[in-house]
Antibody, heavy 126, light 107 residues
């Protein structure tokens, strides 16, 4: 059974850096094809994809946030860490990590997410 | 970047109704689309992937269809536990993108 859980601060001040950790079980990020993504959801709004890291350390980012995001993995700890710099009140959201599923077509990876962690609400306020 | 739209934004329906939600991609994505269900205060749950493949454990009253730019999620007979918000997601290329969501509520 695959499970994921997000952890990190619930409150950060504007301009600070947010560090979130996704701790998972039931799979290994050293296995070919495996990936973990981060998605966020502002209160009452839609889902927004942020970043994805693959077993081979390939990393993909949302272009609109790329300059502020860093995703890393620690295979030995079964963890993926997302950092977001220069936090702003508009970054207030529930942040989810999720297990990537999907194969490849023409060498291009397909990516959907299942399952998801429970999410962690991060509020940005002074 | 590929943009996703959904219609309607909300629908009121009764138990037993057939409900159809549409999702449109701004450019062709073949069959690389997923659908998720999200209940209040909960994480999204994968229902459909590759446009029409039912995720394990998902009731057969859920079905998906479409390819290219136009996709549909159908609930054949709405059940009380199906009242939720539904999101589509293009899985074809980066950046990945979700639709704005369709809320299904009780009529």
């Amino acid at each position: 059974q695959i499970t994921l859980k997000e952890s990190g601060p619930t409150l950060v001040k504007p301009t600070q850096t947010l560090t979130l950790t996704c701790t998972f079980s039931g799979f290994s990020l050293s296995t070919s094809g495996v990936g973990v993504g981060w998605i966020r959801q502002p209160p009452g709004k839609a889902l927004e994809w942020l970043a994805l890291i693959y077993w081979d350390d390939d990393k993909r980012y949302s272009p609109s946030l790329k300059s502020r995001l860093t995703i890393t993995k620690d295979t030995s700890k079964n963890q993926v860490v997302l950092t977001m710099t220069n936090m702003d009140p508009v970054d207030t959201a529930t942040y989810y990590c999720a297990h990537r599923r999907g194969g490849k077509v023409g060498g291009r990876p397909l990516n959907w997410f299942d399952p998801w962690g429970q999410g962690t609400l991060v509020t940005v306020s002074s | 970047d590929i943009q996703m739209t959904q219609s309607p934004s909300s629908v009121s329906a009764s138990v037993g109704d057939r409900v159809t939600i549409t999702c449109q991609a701004s450019q062709g994505i073949s069959s690389w689309l997923a659908w998720y269900q999200q209940k209040p205060g909960k994480a999204p749950k994968l229902l459909i992937y590759a446009a029409s493949s039912l995720q394990s454990g998902v009731p057969s009253r859920f079905s998906g269809s479409g390819s290219g730019t136009d996709f549909t999620l159908t609930i054949s007979s709405l059940q009380p536990e199906d009242f939720a918000t539904y999101y589509c997601q293009q899985a074809n290329s980066f950046p990945l993108a979700f639709g704005p969501g369709t809320k299904v509520d009780i009529k």
